[in-house]
Nanobody, 122 residues
Framework: QVQLVESRGELVRAGGSLRLSCAAS????????MGWIRQPPGKEREFVAA????????SYATSVKGRFTISRDNAKNTVYLQMNSLKPEDTAVYYC???????????????WGQGTQVTVSS
């Protein structure tokens, strides 16, 4: 079992930056691929970014590429999402996800965090 706890989200102005973190406990964090998934208001969940267990490969949604950076610190059992140049359309509940065999997707993951609200004002 893995427990995932996201940091508190915030209200940010457009163009601003925010870093989310997700602390994992339970089974070995370094054995999981990690990801961030978000759900905008009134919409389906969508993939944001993911990183493999070793941290050597990352994947991003087209909508966030060049603005968001996912990273992980296996010594701290934590994955991060640095979000820059935020836009109102980035407003969503952001979920941390852990998956052992593949990268997490919007609908498939072994474990999920409880989600944290990020609101970007125009």
């Amino acid at each position: 079992q893995v427990q995932l706890v996201e940091s508190r989200g915030e209200l940010v102005r457009a163009g601003g930056s925010l870093r989310l973190s997700c602390a994992a406990s339970g089974r070995s964090f370094s054995g999981f691929n990690m990801g961030w998934i978000r759900q905008p208001p009134g919409k389906e969940r969508e993939f944001v970014a993911a990183v493999v267990a070793t941290g050597t490969y990352t994947s991003y949604a087209t909508s966030v590429k060049g603005r968001f950076t996912i990273s992980r610190d296996n010594a701290k059992n934590t994955v991060y999402l640095q979000m820059n140049s935020l836009k109102p359309e980035d407003t969503a509940v952001y979920y941390c996800a852990a998956r052992s065999s593949y990268l997490p997707t919007a609908s498939q993951s072994d474990y999920w965090g409880q989600g944290t609200q990020v609101t970007v004002s125009s």
